[in-house]
């Protein structure tokens, strides 16, 4: 364990890929630290649970039709807040909002677009497991009026990712394109301590997170896929998997960059306009960025989803993300039966 002085801040590193990289320009340092303070913020929230009074239901819904939760709306505030005032972004786009936040016009106005999942994993939030937050930076085009037509950029022009999940520990996962560093959240000293330089996704997996109750509707390719995993020794992969499926999304996947595996929601055969359950802008696109930049791969089943121009705010897509190995043969096996 590095000494206290010696331990290196995320105000530290981000100034050092400033300076070193030349990568990361002033505005964009700025906005990103000002959304790991309200990380930090919505952390805190968590943690107090019932003494918080922040569990249990808004008794409102969310454009999705989804039930939202008291810390759903209370981390969405956060983050408004803590983003509106900085100077540095055109807009904001939110999994609880129908439509775009643009900034307001008593304060500047930015460069940069923010969208962003509050608070991941809704479902466990009064069940104590792991939930976080999923957000995504793009630019805005130039000379361009904030409107959601700015945020119809494909995942690959973002140019920050990132993550917080409020689990055992709180961590923050961050990529600005050059690679993937994870921080830890010190409580004693309020400060986000780099605690994993460059993660990078093992090549090789034998773990599979997928929701297996949808299986009687999932489409052949995710059958084929699943059923030889399943079919372990004896299959024609002639070893064994092992499941896990937290249902959060920003759980499952930081236990992928750990330690490897491959995180399915296919589309399947309950609701053919809804393609899946996620959600491209705020949570796959952010999620592939990170992935890729970690030497995995993620695909909707046919394509690169860092590809897909987007047509709306809260359009959803399927989602294959984790070890390149695993993610292109079920990327296969959908081409396949495609042609
Ligand atoms: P949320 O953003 O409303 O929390 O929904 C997204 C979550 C993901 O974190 C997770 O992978 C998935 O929904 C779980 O879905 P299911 O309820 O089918 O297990
Ligand atoms: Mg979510």
């Known amino acids: 364990m590095s000494s206290i002085s010696s331990r290196t801040t995320l105000t530290k590193y981000l100034i ?5 990289h030349q990568n990361l320009p002033a505005d964009l340092r700025l906005l990103l630290e000002v959304v790991a303070r309200a990380c930090k913020q919505i952390g805190y929230h968590v943690s107090k649970g019932a003494l918080g009074e922040a569990l249990g239901s808004a008794g409102s819904e969310n454009v999705q039709g989804e039930v939202q939760k008291k810390l759903d ?47 991941d994993g809704s479902s466990n939030i009064d069940v104590n497991v792991s939930i976080g937050t999923i957000f ?24 920050a990712a990132g993550y917080a999940v409020y689990g055992p520990q709180t961590v923050l996962v961050l990529t600005t394109g050059n690679g993937v560093n994870c921080f830890t959240l010190d409580r004693e000293l309020g400060s986000w301590v780099l605690t994993q330089r460059d993660m990078q996704v093992p090549a090789e997996t034998r773990e599979y997170a997928i929701n297996a109750s949808n299986s009687r ?34 759980a ?28 491209l802008m705020y949570e796959a696109n952010p999620m592939a960025f990170i992935v890729e930049q970690a030497g995995g791969a993620a695909t909707n089943g046919e394509q690169r989803i860092l590809d897909i121009v987007p047509t709306s705010l809260h359009q959803r897509v399927a989602v294959f993300l984790g070890s390149k190995s695993e993610v292109d043969r079920v990327t296969r096996y959908h081409l396949e039966k495609k042609n």
């Open 73 to 119: 709306v209370l981390s969405n505030e956060i983050l408004l807040e803590a983003n509106e005032w900085g100077g540095n972004l055109a807009a904001m786009a939110s999994e609880e909002m129908e439509k775009i936040f643009p900034i307001p016009n008593r304060y500047p106005k930015g460069n940069y677009l923010l969208t962003f999942d509050p608070l």
């Open 136 to 159: 995504s930076v793009l630019r805005c085009p130039d000379g361009v009026e904030p409107s959601e037509q700015a945020f119809m950029q494909p995942g690959s022009q973002q140019v």
């Open 217 to 250: 509707h999932w489409y052949e390719p995710v059958q084929q896929y699943i059923g030889e995993l399943n079919a372990g020794q004896d299959g024609p992969r002639k070893e064994d998997f092992n499941m896990r499926w937290i249902a959060s999304m920003v």
């Open 252 to 279: 499952d996947v930081h236990r992928i960059l750990t330690r490897g595996g491959i995180f399915m929601y296919p589309a399947d055969r309950r609701d053919p306009s809804k393609p899946g359950k996620l959600r």
């Open 16 to 20: 050092e890929q400033q300076r070193e």
